[in-house]
């Protein structure tokens, strides 16, 4: 069943800024987002919203701004403990909760197309409203629904069931809880992917930022000598490029044979610092990567000029390894963040499951008590959180633990100096990183900060700032940015994973389900496999195999094909399958195809 929640086109930044929609008077005395809603008189109960079942046609009065909108949603997004019988004869419900809803499971209904052009307009130019190219989609004119009615009543006075209850605190601590939350589980995605493995990143990183520096005051006349400067940082950063190439360059030389290969190559190697321009010609016929002179006489020449290099090695010479869906953090029935395990035993004891408790514990100490701590008095947050982290931590770190978080402590009140290299793992390097530079509006500084310190790891304190600031408040120039990176088809996974978990429902599908049609092409397979022709029958006969039963469980864990691979390569460390050296063994064969399916989802990318 489809229900109809009228609104105004003034709401349209904040419904989208936050992918909900509440009770008009939850925006008041909320503390987090958009802190006021514009009513109409179809829609201006402080507690309830209204479900009409169908659209409603109305106008709104002069004093209110904005056009008449609606939105249109499925009675499966409902949580039925929320829901409260209204006027059946005038259809409609009243819904006491806040309704989230996401790109594919929502429709936004207009009375025409310019009110459509003019709302999206108005939208780009707000930093909080994200997603807006996913959710053009979902706009619809008025005339397409063959469900739609013009009220008989002009406001909703009349219904005296829907104006009993107050707003009511629990409500409101609730949402703005999932707010941190879709804030941890994004900042995680985005942080993770943006991520690298290789520490020559990290550098390179480093080493473009101190250019951006140098050329910004060469170009503001506060650095004579800055082209020296940032002619040897050119030099620094080609280095490690070239390095980077080393092996593409080798195969550029092969034509030559392989004697002359070698002698070209040390030829390339040694060439002279005074004659550059050889071994750059040599690079640039190669058609290999490395950043060139800079040109241009202003601050915006200096940041294109750096941004577009880091573009192009974060996409060419080390482009970004995406998570899979499954490896998203989930959320459990008390609404606290379970991080992935990477299939560590509960009993190992180990840096990585250090690193792995110290990271959930901080993540839910500030998404339960902490986050305004952290805005008000940082100092305060970071003891509370090192009270907490008592027994976090394996013995044989934990010394070390508490004496960083000390000396953390005590460079904010100024008594010492904060020594990151001290730090007992990448995870507390990013933890004090973060206290000291994470406010609200420095969510794009902080990939950098990391990165110049040579944390390649970003997925931690990107979650932690979700976790203190909450996804209201993440910037369209991070998660927009972020998913038009993607392919379509991970970005729509990611959308639907972290609806269910801070929604508790289902995502109703818009598409077939790609997934269980590979999975069971795969089950297949695996079972073609196992069946030869017996000669001695002359009839076929199916091999029995003893790990059938495991890959039916494995298929079921996996949501995805790259899930899948990771899952088998981890799983099946032994080869399996026929003792036959004739035959291939199952593992192989299994890996093959899957690595055809992946391939044939980048070619359709």
């Not at 793992?425 to 206290?435: G, P, W």
């Not at 429902?505 to 389900?513: A, E, I, L, N, V």
């Amino acid at each position: 069943m489809k229900y109809y929640i009228p609104t105004s086109t003034s709401n349209f930044n904040c419904l989208l800024a936050d992918e909900s929609i509440s009770p008009c008077g939850f925006y008041q005395k909320r503390a987090f987002g958009y802190r006021s809603f514009t009513k109409v008189p179809l829609n201006d109960n402080e507690a309830l919203l209204p479900l009409f079942d169908s659209c409603p046609v109305f106008e709104l009065p002069d004093d209110i701004p904005g056009f008449p909108l609606v939105l249109e949603i499925d009675s499966d997004l409902l949580d039925k403990s929320g829901l409260k019988q209204g006027d059946c004869e005038n259809g409609v419900a009243f819904y006491s909760k806040t309704l989230h809803f996401n790109p594919f499971n929502v429709r936004f209904v207009f009375r025409n197309q310019k009110e459509q052009i003019e709302t999206a307009n108005a939208a780009q130019r707000s930093i909080e409203t994200k997603l807006l190219s996913w959710y053009r989609n979902a706009f619809v004119s008025i005339d397409s629904l063959d469900k739609k009615s013009a009220p008989e009543f002009d406001n909703l006075e009349d219904f005296a069931d829907s104006s009993k209850e107050g707003v009511k605190q629990e409500m409101l601590n609730g949402d703005a809880r999932k707010n941190r939350l879709k804030g941890v589980l994004w900042g995680y995605v985005i942080g993770a992917n943006l991520s690298r493995k290789e520490k020559p990143y990290a550098e390179l990183r480093k080493l473009l930022e101190r250019m951006r520096n140098s050329l910004s005051a060469q170009v503001g006349g506060a650095n004579s000598t800055g082209d020296d400067s940032t002619m040897g940082l050119h030099s620094s950063v080609n280095r490690i490029l070239e390095k980077a190439q080393d092996a593409a360059i080798k195969e550029y030389f092969k034509p030559w044979g392989e004697e002359s290969d070698i002698a070209f190559k040390l030829m390339f190697d040694s060439c002279p610092s005074e004659r550059l321009e050889i071994k750059s010609a040599v690079v640039k016929a190669a058609g290999f990567f490395q950043i060139g002179p800079f040109e241009g006489s202003a601050i915006a020449d200096v940041n294109s000029y750096v941004d577009g290099a880091i573009e192009k090695i974060a996409k060419t010479i080390y482009p970004p390894e995406l998570i899979a869906a499954g490896d998203i953090p989930s959320v459990s029935d008390k609404e606290f963040v379970d991080m992935p395990t990477d299939n560590q035993k509960k009993d190992c004891v180990d840096d990585s499951t250090d690193e792995r408790r110290i990271a959930t514990y901080i993540l839910n100490a500030t998404l339960a008590k902490h986050s305004h701590l952290f805005i008000e008095d940082r100092p305060s947050y970071m003891n509370e959180i090192a009270r907490g982290l008592g027994g976090k931590c394996s013995k044989q770190y934990g010394a070390a633990l508490n004496q960083f978080l000390k000396m953390l402590y005590d460079s904010f009140c100024g008594t010492a100096p904060l020594k990151l290299n001290e730090a007992p793992n990448d995870v507390m390097k990013s933890f004090a990183l973060f206290c000291k530079k994470g406010s609200i509006d420095s969510l794009e500084d902080l990939e950098c900060a990391l990165l110049s310190n040579g944390i390649l790891d970003l997925s931690f304190a990107y979650a932690l700032w979700g976790a203190v600031y909450g996804y209201s408040a993440m910037p369209k120039t991070v998660i927009d940015a972020a998913l038009s990176s993607y392919p379509k088809e991970y970005a729509e996974e990611a959308m639907r994973r972290i609806y269910e978990e801070i929604s508790g429902k289902s995502h109703r599908k818009t598409k077939r389900d790609l997934w269980k049609e590979e999975s069971d092409g795969l089950l297949d397979f695996y079972n073609t496999y196992l069946v030869e022709f017996d000669m001695e029958s002359s009839r076929y006969k199916k091999y029995r195999d003893p790990e059938m039963h495991s890959f039916e469980n494995i298929l079921k864990e996996c949501s995805s094909i790259d899930d899948l691979k990771k899952k088998v390569e981890e799983t099946w460390t032994k080869p399996r399958g026929k003792t036959n050296d004739s035959k291939p063994n199952i593992r192989k064969a299994l890996l093959e195809n899957i690595e055809n399916i992946r391939k044939s989802h980048d070619t359709q990318r």
